[in-house]
């Protein structure tokens, strides 16, 4: 009775929890994007990966238009790379602006097209699109497509141009015209969640003596300071450490710090959960199940307030003051038997991906069941993620990818640019 009690729950925590248990990665399930010995051009009007662009398979669905005046206009970034050349027929640098993630691929991209053809650089064509030249729903309204050229503008180049952007990462490639390869990638919100949460290794926890230790050092039985309900509460106690969800000690990844007027920084991934509450930190009603609530570290603003530990076991809200990015080596997600844990004075979740703290405590459920019952949880693979994330997000891609997620539905021919 009790073991499917737990299967149930099991299944339907793999169910709401798909993109919980993905790894800190980026890394993972790219590697048929490591560049083959022989590289294929694309035939004309080839596109790749072979579905839809706005489907999940590729750069996933619009999230609509990015103006000057709205409030993601923040998400664009400008693109100075002098081995770019920007066309700009608007002439008003609009092309230069895109997403973080297409900047990284476009940058990669202008690398290979200088080592296939010398004195050659990448031409962008169009870039971000303010104004409405795109068919509805287009990614370059979001500064998340481009259309590009090389700079001699041979277009016998373009088919093997479209295959070296492939190869640099962009997550849908069309060989849409004789005049240009178009070019896009996911939003900076759904990487976020495919890459997992995590802190630097050398971050600290609050042991039960009194002392201090570094995440990458932590041990199972090791009590730490956390939040004593699965709710965030102003109690802290000290959980039992169980098993590191994710565990890439030489990684190096791109970090948010959040800086609190206390004094303590917070320091994790994008993805990686906070308690937050908004508004004035010293109203009493702040804490507890109404006023906090979690949050990806990317989407906390300074002003909104998190909880610092103080003396006696007790927590103090504290507003945020500054929100730094910085690439650190080493990256850790551990497990607690609560579910959260003090990390640099500041507490977090242990989860990540999914903006449900609760709902992720509880699809870990079973594996602190059986931790409690056995002692052992396992540790993470060779890859770095742990079995049972693994075999929660290995149920979740069966079931969840082809019943819920698939908002632009994956095979309709949808080639606009
Ligand atoms: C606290 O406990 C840890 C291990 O649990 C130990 O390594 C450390 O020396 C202890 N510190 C003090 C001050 O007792
Ligand atoms: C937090 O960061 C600020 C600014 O970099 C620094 O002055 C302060 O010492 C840091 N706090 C801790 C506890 O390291
Ligand atoms: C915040 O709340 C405290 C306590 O309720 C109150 O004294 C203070 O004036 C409030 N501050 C602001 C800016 O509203």
Redesign the pocket.
Known sequence: MRLSVLLGLFIVCALLLATVTEGCGPGRGHGRRRPPKKLTPLAYKQFSPNVAEKTLGASGRHEGKITRNSERFKELTPNYNPDVIFKDEENTAADRLMTQRCKDKLNSLAISVMNMWPGVKLRVTEGWDEDGHHSQDSLHYEGRAVDITTSDRDRNKYAMLARLAVEAGFDWVYYESKAHVHCSVKSEHSVAAKTGGCFPGRSLVHLENGSRKAVRDLQPGDRVLASSGSEVSEELVYSEFITFLDWEPTARKQFYILGTEAGANLTLTAAHLVFVTEG?????SAVGKAGMRTMYASAVRPGQCVLTAGPGLRTHLSPITWVQIRVDTGAFAPLTHHGSLVVDGVLASCYAAMDQHHLAHWAFEPLRLLYGWTGWAGSPQGDGLHWYSWVLRWIGTILLDHTHFHPGGLGTRDTES
């Open positions: 004035n930190c010293s109203a009493p």
